[in-house]
T-cell receptor, first 116, second 113 residues
Framework: AQTVTQSQPEMSVQEAETVTLSCTYD???????LFWYKQPPSRQMILVIR??????QNATENRFSVNFQKAAKSFSLKISDSQLGDTAMYFC?????????????FGKGTKLTVNP | GAGVSQSPRYKVAKRGQDVALRCDPI?????LFWYQQALGQGPEFLTY????????KSGLPSDRFFAERPEGSVSTLKIQRTQQEDSAVYLC???????????FGQGTRLTVV
């Protein structure tokens, strides 16, 4: 089964502090990509960060970084220096390629609130 | 265009009515996806196109759902005889393929009354 589990339905953090969102996944595939998407109330899914599973080095994008543990199938997102604009739903996802098809599998999301 | 464009943004349909949702992907993007997102949930995969070929329709919930992308660009998701359980946000995404970066539109919120 291809599943993504986000165990924290809601989290909050003070502005300028650091927060980590958890994600575990299950797949029998060896080649896949991992993603974090942000969805503000406007509904637009915005790509935050991407990690190729074959790369050991953790991806970083400005204030966003991941801790990718392939053996443990864990892919957490760290947001440093949190800003009010980071308030949103965050979805962890992985993409698999099977028989020419591509599929993104999403978790249920974590609602992050950044407090002033 | 600059991003993925979906129309309409909102659609209210009476139960039993047919609806058509449109997606304009980013120009040159080979891959196109449709997702269904229920309130408070993560998106659920519906179908995948590579150019005009529908390579995966395993997520379509019933034969009332039909998607097409005849010229490998614009895609339409059609729902026949809508039911209340079809109420959701329908998201379209496209990607160049090789880089596996999928970019999403703002979605169509469908409400069936």
């Amino acid at each position: 089964a291809q599943t993504v589990t986000q165990s924290q339905p809601e989290m909050s953090v003070q502005e300028a502090e650091t927060v980590t969102l958890s994600c575990t996944y299950d797949t029998s595939e060896n080649n896949y990509y991992l993603f974090w998407y942000k969805q503000p109330p406007s509904r637009q899914m915005i790509l935050v960060i991407r990690q190729e599973a074959y790369k050991q080095q953790n991806a970083t994008e400005n204030r966003f970084s991941v801790n990718f543990q392939k053996a443990a199938k864990s892919f957490s997102l760290k947001i440093s220096d949190s800003q009010l604009g980071d308030t949103a739903m965050y979805f962890c996802a992985f993409m698999i390629t099977l028989g020419g098809s591509e599929k993104l599998v999403f978790g249920k999301g974590t609602k992050l609130t950044v407090n002033p | 265009g600059a991003g993925v464009s979906q129309s309409p943004r909102y659609k209210v349909a009476k139960r039993g009515q047919d609806v058509a949702l449109r997606c304009d992907p980013i120009s040159g993007h080979v891959s196109l996806f449709w997702y269904q997102q229920a309130l408070g949930q993560g998106p659920e995969f519906l179908t995948y196109f590579q150019n005009e070929a529908q390579l995966d329709k395993s997520g379509l919930p019933s034969d009332r759902f039909f998607a097409e992308r005849p010229e490998g660009s614009v895609s339409t998701l059609k729902i026949q005889r809508t039911q209340q359980e079809d109420s959701a946000v329908y998201l379209c995404a496209s990607s160049f393929g090789i880089d596996r970066k999928a970019f999403f539109g703002q979605g169509t919120r469908l409400t069936v009354v």
